[in-house]
């Protein structure tokens, strides 16, 4: 192998003392003189796409939440033992996505019945038109909190004290 012509990743070095260029190494950097491919790394387990040409990684055991991307977008795939995996007793893969590549993150959800005792809860009247105020929001400060620069804290009008 190391003297197919061609050369490549199997290519043996050319002095004895010389380390062979690793796989990965050879995926990501094949030019030394070149910045390595910025690459996503996802660990899941694959599956097969509806879609031609795309690849799945279910990144559940449950399969119901997934990356989906262009099997042409992978750039480097690595197989991970059952007792090294994320997901106990299962082997998992190691996937190497270029980064400018599209990723679909999807999350499935099956319909459910609708449960009679679930609250409706709601922060204010049906049709109401009062967003954009913050009073039916309690993360929004009331008006009356002031920045205060010169303090470098929050300020409200009953602090306004002398000696504060």
């Known amino acids: 192998m190391a003297n197919e012509p061609g050369g490549g990743p199997s290519e043996a070095p050319s002095n004895p003392n010389e380390l062979p260029q690793h796989p990965l190494v050879e995926r990501l950097k094949p030019d030394p ?15 097969k796409s509806d879609r031609n040409g795309f690849q799945r990684l279910y990144l559940t055991t449950k399969l119901n939440y997934y990356a989906e991307f262009l ?19 299962h082997e ?25 005792f679930d609250l409706d809860v709601r922060l204010g009247a049906p049709g109401s038109r009062r967003s954009g105020t913050g009073a039916a929001c309690p993360h929004y400060l009331p008006t009356e909190w002031l920045y205060r620069p010169d ?5 409200h009008p009953m602090w306004n004290l002398p000696g504060r």
Do not use: M
């Not at 070149?34 to 599956?47: C, D, E, N």
């Open 151 to 155: 303090r470098q804290h929050l300020s």
């Open 92 to 116: 998992a893969t190691r996937v190497s996505v270029a980064r400018d590549a599209t990723i679909h993150y999807i999350r499935e959800r099956s319909p459910q019945p609708v449960d009679e």
């Open 33 to 47: 003189s070149q910045p390595a491919k910025r690459v996503v790394v996802l660990t899941g387990l694959p599956g």
């Open 71 to 89: 099997a042409s977008d992978i750039v480097n795939a690595e197989v991970i033992p059952a007792d090294q995996s994320p997901f106990p007793g």
